[in-house]
């Protein structure tokens, strides 16, 4: 007998899953345009985009990324774009949703994904990527590009991961590489003229579409580019098949953050969500040149808001949400010039309506106790230090350039001002290291130890419960930076390490947290990753991997079945020394720093040396020539 089916989600079907309020939209701040889109469509007219801004994670992860908050509003502001939202559903809404033929929609208007103009991934990490495919799974649209008919949606990516989008090249019509507040509204633009086009006797074609969108600065259209290979498996060239395409794609940037756009009106959602706080974007960039960090090289150069311009910003999102949180984002707060000024002129408006500042991303060289004294509440909430690496001679390697001395004196400041609490993030597998390089992360932390009570002792302070909390993620050999030629541990190196780690550090007051080696090495794999994955990741959705950035979720045993399936295998991607003049899958998108200098950083770091922060008016990476303004990097 056949099953009865609906085309949308009932109120029985939100009592079966876990937190509804993930998919029943209907918050404050969200745009509606459902009225006036009716009146244009009723009207027989085809000048409007519609897009659908699709995150590939639950709800309460897309939520908390800034720019899915900036990027949905800024659409939404275009008069004749109707952005709406749409996430991954959890396994159990999934399953109801296959049970019952119910296409995915958005949350807005409940309107199918298919049936928007434009389809539009934000891609943070790049184990959301077989999530891509639950998402145009779900929606009936096909997953490669070459599949899709005149009428199927226009799918489209960016996000800091489709630097190297190689992996997911072929599910993707358009990527935008770099930041997008600009490049989006001139691809709305042409996306229109196509839609205008198609009532006219001489219609645009998809492929007349895509090759205008190539002369777009920042827009890869990866259909337009041929992938050959050598006999060893290595990429022996990324070349364009269309003299239209450029034989490299430049990043785009935003250059003045003051005149940038950034709402103060937001989504407040009606779920706790993973940062549920408002936020000010400081600036965007470091200086710091940590030499194992892709956003510190992707992101240059440093472009500072003023001080004057967060203010303004701060008092409206107070007033518009109603959150008694404002965190404050960069890659290095402690390092924004104007920090103090900011801080100063919040503490008391903010801390009258009972709202507290939070400050996240310090580096231990920066730390201020008299700036945390301003910002924390009486309960003395945890820092959080990265120092990366456990010995003096690793942290030269990588460029970190802070010493044991810093760190020790930051936290006996902060002992002092009554701090109990310490989060310490490190790495493993760091090239060059050594097990005394490992040790030394517990040595460091058994000295934060003695030096608590040794503050204690000597300022006859109470005795509080002293949480020392460390953290151990795995080195993964990112694309452009100076690490991208470097090979990963093997996921049995990386399990001695954190055993012998763990061992070291039994106490009570230290925790030990460490990530999975699994999803490390297969994120390696997607990170540096070629076109040859993408039938990979197919056939592993199908066979029902999804949700790999979920430790419950992720199988590396059946990945690996399904890579050896295609001929291919995890040594090859993950644990292998690339040769200086190997070409990369990604050598043909140009982020603005030069691989001669990336490659100079390598070799300052087998040599020990530390290369001081960028300063003003520096040229020697290149990533000045994207920029017309004055650099505010940290000197």
């Not at 777009?216 to 364009?240: F, H, I, K």
Request: with cysteine.
């Amino acid at each position: 007998m056949n099953k009865m089916h609906t085309n949308r989600i009932e109120r029985a079907d939100l009592l079966r899953v876990e937190n509804p309020a993930r998919y029943v939209g209907g918050e404050r701040g969200a745009v509606v345009k459902s009225e006036v889109l009716s009146q244009i469509q009723e009207a027989g007219r085809t000048d409007y985009v519609r897009f659908a801004y699709c995150f590939p994670d639950i709800y309460e992860i897309g939520m908390s990324n800034l720019a899915l908050v900036i990027l949905y509003h800024l659409l939404n502001e275009i008069p004749y774009v109707y952005c709406e939202r749409a996430f991954s559903p959890w396994k159990d809404m999934d399953a109801i949703m296959r049970d019952r033929n119910i296409p995915l929609s958005s949350l807005e208007t409940r309107t199918p994904l298919s049936e928007f103009d434009v389809v539009g991934f934000s891609l943070q990490y790049e184990m959301c990527y077989t999530n891509v495919l639950q998402m145009l799974d779900l929606s009936g649209i096909p997953f490669f590009s070459s599949d899709r008919k005149e009428d199927d949606p226009i799918v489209i990516a960016g996000g800091p991961v489709v630097y190297n989008a190689e992996p997911v090249a072929d599910f993707f019509d358009m990527i935008v590489i770099g930041e997008a507040e600009d490049v989006l509204a001139e691809m709305m633009e042409l996306i229109r003229d196509y839609k205008r086009s198609r009532n006219t006797v001489t219609p645009m074609s998809r492929r007349e579409l895509l090759l205008l969108s190539a002369a777009v600065p920042g827009v890869y259209v990866p259909s337009l580019y041929d992938v050959t290979y050598r006999e060893d498996g290595t990429v022996e060239a990324v070349r364009p098949t269309d003299p239209a395409a450029p034989e490299r794609i430049g990043k785009r940037i935003v250059d003045n953050l003051d005149t940038a756009y950034f709402p103060t009106d937001p989504i407040v959602p009606h779920t706790r969500i993973v940062h549920d706080r408002s936020y000010l974007e400081l600036f965007r960039g470091c200086g710091h040149g940590c030499r194992f960090c892709q956003a510190g090289f992707l992101y240059r150069p440093v472009r500072e808001r003023s001080a004057e311009t967060l203010i303004d910003q701060a008092l409206a999102l107070e007033k518009n949400t109603g959150y008694d949180e404002l965190g404050m984002l960069s890659l290095s707060t402690g390092d924004y010039s104007g920090l103090k000024k900011l801080a100063e002129a919040l503490v008391e408006p903010l801390g009258e309506r009972h709202t507290s500042l939070s400050l996240p991303s310090l580096r231990v060289d920066s730390f201020s106790i008299g700036l945390m004294e301003k910002v924390s509440d009486t309960r003395k909430t945890g820092l959080t230090f990265a120092p990366e690496a456990g010995t003096q001679r690793l942290r030269d390697v990588i460029n970190k350039g802070i010493s044991e001395e810093d760190i020790l004196s930051a936290l006996e400041l902060a002992f002092e001002g009554g701090w109990t609490r310490v989060k310490l993030y490190f790495m493993l597998g760091l090239p060059t290291e050594t097990m005394e390089d490992v040790m030394g992360i517990a040595e460091m932390a058994r000295k934060i130890e003695r030096l608590y009570f040794d503050v204690t002792a000597r300022t006859g302070q109470r005795k509080r419960k002293l949480e020392i909390i460390v953290s151990t993620s795995m080195f993964i050999p990112k694309p452009f930076t100076p690490f991208q030629w470097e090979k990963q541990d093997t996921r049995e190196m990386l399990i001695e390490k954190q055993k012998a780690l763990a061992e070291r550090m039994r106490s009570r007051n230290i925790k030990y947290s460490w990530h999975d080696p699994d999803t490390s090495v297969w994120e390696t794999v997607m990170s540096r990753g070629d076109r040859r994955l993408a039938p990979v990741l197919a056939d592993g959705y199908r066979s029902g991997l999804f949700f790999d950035a979920w430790d419950d979720c992720f199988r590396l045993g059946q990945w690996l079945e399904v890579l050896a399936a295609h001929g291919l295998n995890l040594p090859f991607y993950s644990h292998r020394e690339r040769g200086d003049d190997e070409v990369f899958p990604w050598d043909h998108i140009d982020p603005g720093v030069n691989k001669s200098y990336l490659l100079l950083e390598r070799k300052r770091a087998y040599e020990g040396s530390v290369t001081p922060p960028c300063r003003p008016g520096c040229r020697a990476c290149g990533a000045s020539d994207f920029y017309t303004g004055v650099c505010h990097a940290a000197g």
